[in-house]
């Protein structure tokens, strides 16, 4: 959504819009005579698939008595990843599919090289790629995950309003 408006300067602006759901991120940029002057898309994965909504992944947990940081293949027959949602799969035998790259969630804060991080960093890393711990401290026990853009769908975004000045004289 766009609107001309008149500064008492006498200038114009163009004011837009940017909305954000958590499927679908869109932006328009219009230019001054509303003729397209950006248009981005941006789609979002809206987070791992669930046999269950509304559960998370819980990491570490437990099955068949081995530890698992992240989303595993064992135990299924037709390859596909899964994780538990609760800490021990071996007493609960709660579980749900996981979607794409076999994933731990971040935790927040942790500590590293006695620093404490509530974000995502690229300190210590040579390519300079975000990325947060798996851990309350990578100090003591280092694992690690890539940070990537991700919506997911339990946040609820609403809209997010961006103005966008383009003057004119």
């Given at each position: ?53 509304t559960h998370k992944c819980v990491f570490p947990f437990i099955y068949n008595g081995k530890s698992y940081n992240s989303c595993t293949r064992d135990g ?94």
């Amino acid at each position: 959504m766009a609107k001309i408006l008149k500064l008492n300067n006498g200038k114009h602006f163009v004011a837009t819009f940017i909305f954000i759901s958590s499927y679908i991120l869109h932006i328009f940029l219009l230019n001054f005579a509303f003729s397209p002057f950006f248009y981005f898309f941006f789609s979002f994965n809206s987070g791992p698939g669930t046999t269950e909504e509304t559960h998370k992944c819980v990491f570490p947990f437990i099955y068949n008595g081995k530890s698992y940081n992240s989303c595993t293949r064992d135990g299924q027959e037709d390859g596909k990843l899964w994780c538990a949602i609760t800490e021990n799969y071996d007493s609960g035998l709660k579980w749900r599919l996981c979607n794409g790259e076999p994933k731990a969630d971040c935790v927040f804060p942790f500590i590293f090289r006695g620093q404490s991080y509530d974000n995502c960093t690229s300190d210590g890393r040579a390519d300079n790629e975000r990325w947060c711990s798996l851990t309350s401290n990578a100090d003591t026990n280092h694992m690690e995950n890539k940070c990537t853009i991700h919506l997911d769908s339990t946040y609820v975004l609403k809209s997010i309003f961006s103005w966008h000045f383009f003057f004119k004289d």
